[in-house]
């Protein structure tokens, strides 16, 4: 296992994907080590804000990590406090990296999740890690911010980033889309409110992408930024229509004016062929499988 002795610290590890990451990680041969603003009595745990410089130094003085997966975000695109994301996002991003370049200990790889977000919207088709960025809400510009100030870094730390576009599973927070579909399935709702639904997605399944990410931190793809992301979409009509398979259960969808973006594309496809050139094969699984999991469990 090429993990096998070495020390993983994920921040934000009790975020809906570091448990997944986590636990690939385990499966490599790491000790995992988690850092996290909330208190928690799993171990090798620290509760650490990212905005308190001091406390992160002592942090990655007392884990000394190999590798850091870096999670730890302001993720939901509604959340009400703009200056959160901008905090946390990008001051929070500088402060660990400052705190793991003044430790002086070596590391083999930083992966840095960014996202898809960053090409906003108005593009259709298929997009490749070279289509121009387009950020457009304070989320995605604050994550673009992170990956232009942690360039600054990459003559001194071992650093690459990611861009996942959607990705879904088991633990994710309702007030996503497909979490959202599945709970009011589950439940046996008689109707739910959505925006559009002839939209054309890039779904990932979490599971996958947690092997990408670990998959990557093999490879040591250094400097570069990479689509985590299917290649294939699917529409939130053919979601629905997956999960009144699987359920048997059919609801009213009506269609909310208020959550119908203007001037929405219609289809965003992630291109995934530079992660695939650097990690080899790798499939997420099809949307009704993940659906179906989702569905079962949680």
Known sequence: MFGSGKRALITGINGFTGHYVAAELSAAGYRVFGLGSLPSCQTDYLQVNLLDAH?????????????IVH?????????????????????????????????????????????ANVYGNSIGGRLAETTPTDPLNDYAVSKLAMEYMAKLWSDKLPIFITRPFNYTGVGQADNFLLPKLVKHYKENAAMI???????????????????AYVALLQMRPLGETINVCSGKTYSLREAIRFCEKITGHSLEIRVNPAFVRPNE?????????K???????????????????????G
């Open 55 to 67: 406390a992160l130094n002592d942090a990655i003085e007392q884990v000394k990590p190999d590798v």
């Open 71 to 115: 999670l730890a975000a302001i993720a939901f695109v509604g959340h009400g406090d703009a200056s959160a994301f901008y905090n946390v996002n990008v001051i929070g991003t500088r402060n660990l990296l400052q705190a793991v370049y003044r430790s002086g200990h070596p590391l083999d790889a930083i992966l840095i999740a960014s996202s």
């Open 193 to 211: 409110e959505l925006g559009n639904i002839d939209v054309w997605r890039d779904f990932t399944d979490v599971r996958a992408l947690s092997k």
């Open 265 to 273: 594309v219609k289809r965003l496809c992630g291109d995934a062929t």
């Open 275 to 297: 992660l695939r050139a650097i990690i080899g094969e790798w499939q997420t699984p099809p949307l009704e499988e993940t659906l179906g999991w989702m569905l079962e469990n």
